[in-house]
């Protein structure tokens, strides 16, 4: 007589492939752009910058190999299973916390910046992981081939590895880049006299004293991590000047705020795209570090450093240059 199919264990490979792929997906994601994941280690407290950018890729690995290894469908019952299990609830945890704290905003990260999803949303989604371990773990079987253990062995130090080839921590960047250094008037008197009934007033005076000015798009994806970034930054250091000069759809103004933490840092919604320009430059975001108008660094997000910042601002102001 033909062996009828064990229906049961077909649904555990099927279930266990489909959890390894999310988990290969959500690991992938949070590689490009990384530095959103790296700095919300920083702001949790767990890691410094230095360290952040081995955490956020040891746990991107980490993701990977649970999802190899339910691909493999290897001891799902005795470790596999309870691995991905306890991470699913590790991070309800985390995202429940978030939620009580912060509310149900922003995007939790789960699956980086592709798919953006509400801390709700992902602990609803990781709700249903941990349904189908359960499912897995009732209906699969104990039978392995002879071999599995090396090739788990091997799918674990990849994917362990896999991170930081695909994304490498750049050592040398990361100590050593500076923001350009440069000598000009920053045209700030726009920002007040700008006819545009749209603009919000600015709510202190920046043409005086040292400032760290950033002009950011409500819509550009690099001005959304140096957002989360200043947020980090002015959580660690809250003397640090920052003014945020932001430009895009009213409607995305408040959400944008709260998203990224930036209700406590002076701010204003800025219309009118020549006055801007003339301000930023062509390139979004742009930081600049200005001293009694006198712009004298200006770069990215990545430029920003607590500690070149606060050396910065020791440095006594110069009020005497035009």
């Known amino acids: 007589m033909k062996a009828k199919p064990d229906f049961a264990l077909i649904a555990s490979i ?3 492939v ?3 792929a999310v988990f290969l997906y959500s690991g992938y994601t949070k590689l490009y752009p990384i530095e959103p994941f790296e700095y919300t280690f ?6 410094s ?3 952040a950018p081995f955490v956020a890729r040891l746990l991107v690995g980490l993701e990977f190999a649970c999802g190899g290894l339910l691909i493999l469908h290897f001891r799902l019952r005795r470790l596999t299973i309870p691995l991905v299990a306890s991470l699913l609830v590790i991070f309800c945890i985390y ?3 978030i939620l009580l704290t912060k509310g149900n905003s922003g995007n939790c990260g789960c699956f980086g910046e592709y798919l953006p999803m509400t801390p709700l949303q992902a602990i609803i989604k990781n709700v249903g992981l941990l349904l189908m371990c359960g ?10 081939w002879r071999y599995i253990k090396y090739v788990a062995i091997l799918i674990c130090l990849t994917a362990l590895v896999l991170p930081y080839i695909l994304n490498p921590v750049n050592l040398e960047d990361s100590r050593n880049f500076q923001p350009q250094a440069v000598n000009y008037k920053a045209p700030l008197h726009l920002l007040y006299e ?3 009934p749209k603009n919000s007033m600015p709510p202190i005076e920046v043409r005086q004293g040292k400032f760290v000015i950033a002009f950011l798009s409500l ?3 690099h001005c959304k991590i140096a957002a989360q970034k200043i947020h980090v930054l002015h959580k660690q250091n809250p003397a640090i000047p920052f003014y945020l000069v932001l430009n895009g759809k009213r409607e995305l103004y408040e959400p944008y705020l709260k998203t990224y933490g930036l209700e406590d840092i002076p701010h204003e919604l800025f219309f009118g795209v020549d006055e801007y320009v003339k301000m930023a430059g062509g390139n979004l975001p742009q930081i600049l570090w200005v001293n009694n108008s006198i712009v004298e660094k200006k770069g990215g997000y990545f430029q920003l450093t607590r500690a070149a910042l606060e050396a910065w601002l020791a440095q006594p102001s110069d009020t005497t240059r035009r």
């Open 42 to 47: 920083v702001d949790l407290g767990v890691a």
């Open 219 to 221: 819509t550009c994806p």
């Open 95 to 97: 995202l429940t916390g």
């Open 18 to 20: 489909l959890l390894g």
């Open 49 to 51: 910058w230095n360290t």
């Open 14 to 16: 099927a279930l266990s």
């Open 194 to 196: 700008t006819r545009n």
């Open 135 to 144: 499912l897995i773990y009732a209906m699969t079987r104990p039978a392995e």
